[in-house]
């Protein structure tokens, strides 16, 4: 097989270079690519470039949704208006990703294809109920993002097919997010647990909630148990510590280089907490919105 | 195999030849001779390989050579001859933002960066611009010293004389 | 940073003693322009690999290269290809240059390569065939101290009678104190370049100490001295990793650069350089304390155990500090320290920063903090009881001169910070909070505020080589006219970021009083400067400075006799100097340090002066600690210390800045990480060092109290506020969260297991 990097200024060339040779490597940000060891980068000989492409670019609103272009740094969805006006915990994980030069090079579309379970922001594109927009020689599809992460970095890409867009569909009015890294420091830190939620409260109870965590599992995970244990029910102390048990119980964390499952399972839990106690207040203040 | 992209390197336009995952640090520093950039993880964890990238600071251990193809890339030596670089740079020096210097190319572009953006940043804004830049030696505060409105400099200068 | 010393205006240049010209490597490092280790351009230049050990401990049953499996015209080396002793020279040669049939730690260099480009260098690695058997490994000090080898080192000091004093306390007071393995990271990876030019070996690269280089490349070549040439390159920070095992690396580069018939480098990445150098020495250490009611110290009984990894490099001298530190800056009439080094199979621990005081003066800080606790003081009050100031005896016998100002910076601290008030109120919130200790730090928590602590610290620190060290080396600098009458200081002294680039000059200017243009500085190459000795144990400043004052003082005095005896007016001294040249008066001198005839100490007894002189800080550090997540932010330090004199204002507050993150580092975030002795964290992404996020405001006050044995009173202090930074801020978590704090590094996970276990302070 003949070596070749190409650089492609249309979705449907990238497309098809990647029929035309399913070995090429889609890259974009590089900031886990290009980390290998040098003998194993230098054998990636067949590359094929995303950041050149204008649909893969971008963030624009869309019939009852936003759509993110998958080349987007996570600088560009941090300083992004429309992003931290309608996804404030998505702005907030997109400002945590790395430094300022990670955060200038590194993609949501990197994040979600590289499949990681500590990708900063898929436990966000969880809870928000992220669509991922894909495109493959028989066109595009939408996959819902919870059916795309298979296992330990597996996904559900077909052969030839890449990550264009996440769509977010548009929050509900009442709907409040949050979100938390808990990382191995205060900057360019790689997460111990990350936690995200949204959830919609009505007269003081929880009338739907999305949490989700990063971390704690081969893949980010919902936290379906503390999800049930949360809804419909008023906002308060018993809640939080219910919901935050609840959560703490249903996730098998690992012991690694760094962090223990014990703490995982305990610093989550209480974020959650956390989370719950900060929705009620905000609430109790009348600043929910 | 082997690529050659064309770019603009301080300003000069450059033909550059490698392999395409080429790492754009070992272009500059062994083709280019450009040795004031420095490796001081080859991971994008320390910040002292980072170059501008179409202005943007990006960490070139991490830009694959044939990403470069038509952007305009500036390195430490490019700032350093920008004349108004030069009251910046004797700043850092007598602020004590440098001891080692294995960190200080790749800070002063991260925060040359950060000054065409914000002329006169506080404290917060210089710690979230730096972030991803590792210094070993200098506790940061002389770096916030030469960087920050906040940070206390005049004290420090009254002290110094 | 302020002194409190009244200040000169600025100058161009070498300033006068005390204010801070802008350091004259300044511009070419924010430039890109200063030559690093790997900077250098050669022509013809090959890299190196080396093939490393994936054992603890393995007998080498086969060795073999396969050149038709490397890139063309690769050439190899193992242990079957030395010269001379395999064996690196330093204290001994015990430490192997390649492993020669046994390795003893993961990572051990096995065999070198070098081919023309540095990934070639790397696949030729897979050339070689290496068949290891297993053997039982020792990895840790639980392990050693179980096996009962006998140890790397021991050492024990005894002063008065502890057991009797013991006996006789009012309280006695235990605990055992742990700290890990620390890695330098500095931010330049080790790399060494080789290559023969006529003749002479010669060593380029990044080095604390040029002539430990030199003295490894003779003993292993078995070459004549001046056949050995080491130049040191800009150095990207050293922090004591480029004391010894530049040595190691520059053997290999030149073992290759013979092999191949030209200059090669070896440049290490993170990895390696991770995996592969020395780190600081993890220690356990017990105390048992002796004390009145009032929290006066009566008997003080030590025993520190280091880990000293596979080989012994230069872990006795370590355990001699760690150990003459070990009391802490206190007077107590009663010491005993018994000391001892382990063997384990894990890659040697040898210098950094403090040498060993670091883990002893934690452990000391953390037991006086416990005995405050036992007897209802606060940290303030037991230490004021207990510093030592002039006058009193160290328990070698050693008598603290009148520059003693241990008393000084912790008062300064205090009235700095109003510490002691803190203290106590944040002591009371924390007891409204968690109640009687039923109440866990994490459930008694309000709200999200994080939960404020204080800490105090008090220490000191040995400046200069340790016991005869200097007496032994006598270590020259040299300085002579040049024929157009400027001065030539030389010496073999590195900056490694410290800033002897500044300092030095300033030091000359001022005792030949002439202006920085009169002054030029030899670079350190050994072929050029004498043995001034090497760039470690804070005694830059005060020893070879100290000589540099006496060698330009006294070409001055030679040269203002001369004018004299011609009955001429001294003039502009240049032109004087270039005229006494032209005459051919005597241009050059050498001048050796001599340590004061009253500074005297017994190796074998460990009884008198074990350091020309101390210096002393303070710390008081405040955190916060996160309730959901037990993460602890430093927000502030204010470090108080004492050095004598400050030549450079702005690069000795550097020294305390960066010294003290250094600690903080330590003390919460940075911690090697082993399992079967291979390493778990070997990245910068999973060994943590603080970002400037992580890192707390610093606030550095220095005192001076000018010390008569040093170049215009300065002491050394390069190493002190290595000290000060991890005790004080154990307490501030112990102040904010009641969990104990006996072991570092202060993690989250650490402090969650502790709040789950109950492990709490009382009262």
Redesign the interface.
Known sequence: MSAAAFSPRSLDAAVAALAADPGLLPIAGCTDLMVADPLRRLAMERVLDLTRIPELAGIREVEGAVEIGAATTFRALGDSPLVRDLFPALAEAARVVGGWQIQNRATLGGNVANASPAGDSLPVLLALDAALVLAGPAGTRALPYGEFHLGYRKTALAPGELVARVRLPRPAPGTVQAFRKVGTREAQSISKVVVALAARVEGGAIAEIHLAAGSVAPVPVRLRAAEAAAAGRSLGAETAERVAAAAAGEIKPIDDVRSSADYRRFVLGRVVRRMLLDIGAAGAAGGAA | ?S?TVRAAVNGEERALTG?????LLDVL?ESL????????????????C?VL?DG????S????L??C?ERQIE???GL?EAPRARAF??R??????????????GI?V?AW?LLEREARPDVEA???????????????????RALAVDAGAD??EE??? | MRTDTPTSEVRSGPGPIGTSPPRPDGLAKVTGAAVFADDLVLPGLWFGATLRSPHAHARIAALRFDPARAPEGTVAVTARDLPGPNGVQLIDDEWPVLADGVVRHVGEAVALVAAPTRIAARQALAAFTVEYEPLPAVLTMAEAAAAEAPPLATVEIAYGDVEAALAAADVVVEGTYRTGHQEHIYIECQAMTAWEEDGVLVAAGSMQCPYYVHKSLVHAFGLPANRVRVRATAVGGGFGGKEDYPSLIALHAALLARAAGRPVRLAYDRHEDIVATTKRHPAEVRHRTGLRRDGTLTAVDVEVLLDGGAYRTLSSVVLSRAALHAGGPYRCPHVRVRGRVLATHTAPNSAFRGFGAPQTQFAMERQMDRAARALGLDPYTIRARNVAGPGDELPTGQVLDESAGGRLCLEEVERRTGFTARWRELERERAFRLGDGSVRFGDGAEGRKPARGVGLSLYFHGAGFTGNGERRMRSPVAARLLADGRIEVLTAMTDMGQGCAAVFPQIAAAAAGVGAEDLVFAEPDTAEVPDSGPTVASRTTMIVGGAIASAVGELRRRVDEWLAARGETPGAFRAAAARYVAAGEPAEVEVRHEPPEGQQFDDERYQGAAYPTFSWGADVAEVEVDPDTFAVHPVRVTAVCEVGRAIHPRLCAGQVEGGTLQAVGWALLEEVKLADGRYLNDRLATYIIPTVRDTPRIDVHLLERPWAGGPFGAKGMGELPMDGGAPAVAQAVENATGLEIDELPITPERLYERDRDGRRVGG
């Open positions: 195999m690529v392999h395409p995952m080429a790492r520093r001779e450009l040795t004031g950039t420095k490796e001081g993880c080859g991971e994008g964890e320390c910040g002292a980072t990238f943007e600071p990006v960490l251990c991490l830009v694959p044939f990403q193809d390195t430490v030596e350093a740079l004797d850092f020096v007598a602020a004590g933002g440098v001891q080692c210097g294995a960190c200080t190319p002063i991260t960066a210089v710690r979230d611009a730096l972030a991803g830049n590792l210094c070993r030696c200098t506790g940061y505060e002389g770096i916030l004290e420090t002290a110094a004389r």
